[in-house]
């Protein structure tokens, strides 16, 4: 499938790096380096190896929704879809509809930044294991959420 990053790109064992952001539709809420610094953040609270690389692809409604067919079996444009592998150099992939991430700023009263940084964070926990099905899952994964969030708002 053409959108799925590592088919084109190798990730470094050694990278200092571990995100690779890349732009399908624009998006100029957050910096890539933005971006990064969360992610650094993230990978030290949850001791995550920074050899272990992530791939945010910011996408349109129709590229989600083709990816939400294809794997979840469900054709509806969605938020955010994260993608784990078991490889020792890719933790995963997410992608994010801005289109969709810019319908719920507005609906949540937030900006586009803080709804990109939220999803981000959202589905970067999902690649590290994290997940809402049982209610006490949901409350660890939004707790961290909401602290990772804060922190990443106001970086003070």
């Given at each position: ?54 791939s945010l692809v910011f996408c349109s409604d129709y590229i ?5 067919a294809r794997y979840r079996h469900i054709d509806r444009a ?79």
């Amino acid at each position: 499938m053409k959108w799925f990053p590592h088919q084109r790109h190798q990730m470094s064992k050694k990278s200092l790096n571990p995100l690779r952001v890349y732009r399908r539709t624009k998006c100029s809420a957050m910096t890539d380096t933005e971006l990064r610094k969360c992610a650094f953040r993230i990978y030290k609270q949850e001791h995550v190896d920074t050899a272990r690389a992530v791939s945010l692809v910011f996408c349109s409604d129709y590229i989600i929704r083709s990816l939400n067919a294809r794997y979840r079996h469900i054709d509806r444009a969605t938020d955010v879809l994260s993608f784990g592998f078991d490889d020792p150099d890719l933790l995963g992939e997410i992608y994010i509809s801005v289109e969709r991430a810019a319908v719920q700023s507005r609906r949540f009263g937030s900006s586009l930044r803080e709804e990109v940084l939220r999803l981000f964070i959202h589905g970067l926990f999902h690649l590290l294991g994290y997940d809402h099905e049982a209610e006490d899952d949901r409350a660890t994964m939004e707790q961290k959420e909401r602290l990772c969030l804060a922190a990443a708002v106001d970086p003070r």
